[in-house]
């Protein structure tokens, strides 16, 4: 019973990709601002498992134009948000009268951030991701009110944070106290959910350079989060974009910021070690 649902699963998978021919990631270089040259294509790292052999940005498997978008911060609309995310991150707030600047200076102390998020907190006993420690701090240091986990101001955030760290590899740590949380990630992301009985494997690992309906399918790597959609034309956060492929395999999803979606996240970003931290990345 079970082995019939699966094949139809990836039938319906067959279908949906239309039977099209493989359409190769583009090679190509991407070399921000002239300055910020990214590790985009490279050898994956053991975290991937011997399943695939090079790990590919999702920058290779968009169009000319939108590449084009992510090579200077002028032509990237991402970095309109990063620049308001400037003028929050100087902005005090809540019942201690603080704001980020106040302790953690100048925006770019954070460099090399972005690249192990999420990562083990020892105080806290917990895997955190970028977003649950922006909020610690505004709860707990700030006296604020904790932003909306995929909302406008923390997916800002996030964007600048993550800016400051552009071509650095990302680098999760996956052992120790992670590691845990890091296998619970991996069987989420083996695990066929939905009507469509796929999982991000499926898609991502099996499928990767197919095109889906009207989309070049990536390996799904999350190095170029927060993503300014030219489809939305808003940047969007990892888990909102995890709720949407979920919702595409027509399963219940979980909720942005549950610890499953913290763990996927984990495990998702641990596929991508090596690759450079490009966000806030340019995607249709
Ligand atoms: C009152 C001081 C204070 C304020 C204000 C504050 N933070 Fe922090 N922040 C800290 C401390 C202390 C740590 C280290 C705590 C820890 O590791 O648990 C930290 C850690 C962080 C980290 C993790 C850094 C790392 O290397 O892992 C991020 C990201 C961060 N803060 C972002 C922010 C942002 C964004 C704001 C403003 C919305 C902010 N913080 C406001 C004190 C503050
Ligand atoms: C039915 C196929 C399908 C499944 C199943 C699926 N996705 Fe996707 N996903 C897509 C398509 C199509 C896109 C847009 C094109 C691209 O970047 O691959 C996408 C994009 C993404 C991206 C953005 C990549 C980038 O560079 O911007 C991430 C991250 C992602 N998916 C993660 C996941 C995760 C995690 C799962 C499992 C929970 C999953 N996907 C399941 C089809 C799927």
Redesign the pocket.
């Known amino acids: 019973m079970r082995k019939t649902k699966t094949v139809t699963g990836l039938m319906t998978l067959a279908l949906m990709a239309g039977g099209a021919a493989l359409a190769e990631p583009v090679e190509d270089t991407l070399n921000v601002n002239g300055e910020i040259e990214m590790t985009t294509w490279t050898e994956a790292s053991a975290a991937v498992d011997g399943a695939l052999s090079e790990v590919i940005s999702g920058w290779h498997f968009r169009g000319e134009e939108t590449r084009a978008m992510q090579q200077d911060d002028f032509d990237n609309p991402g970095m309109i948000f990063v620049e308001s995310a400037m003028e ?2 100087e902005t005090a ?1 809540g019942s ?1 009268g ?3 600047a ?3 200076e100048g925006s770019d102390s ?1 460099a ?2 972005r690249a ?2 999420p ?1 083990w ?1 020892e ?2 006993g917990e895997v955190r991701t ?1 977003e649950m ?2 909020n ?3 709860e707990n ?2 006296g ?1 009110e904790p932003w909306k986990y995929t909302g406008g101001d923390m997916v800002n ?1 996030t964007a600048l ?1 993550a800016s400051v760290s552009r071509g650095l590899p990302i680098n999760v740590a996956i052992d120790g106290p992670a590691q845990s949380t890091w296998e619970q990630g991996k069987e989420l992301y083996y695990t066929r959910t939905g009507q469509l009985e796929l999982s991000c494997a499926n898609c991502h690992e099996d499928n990767y350079g197919n095109m889906i309906r009207a989309d070049h399918l990536s390996q799904g790597h999350i190095n170029g989060f927060p993503v300014y959609r030219l489809k939305n034309t808003k940047l969007n956060a990892v888990h909102a974009r995890f709720k949407g492929c979920v919702r595409d395999t027509r399963a219940e999803t979980y909720a942005p910021g549950s610890p499953e979606f913290v763990a996927l996240e984990l495990y998702v970003a641990s596929r991508g070690n090596g690759l450079s931290v490009e966000g806030p990345s340019v995607r249709n």
């Open positions: 929050a991150w707030e201690e603080k704001s980020c106040s302790c953690h954070m090399g951030v192990v998020y990562k907190n105080a806290a970028l420690q922006i610690d701090c505004r240091r700030m604020a955030m944070i």
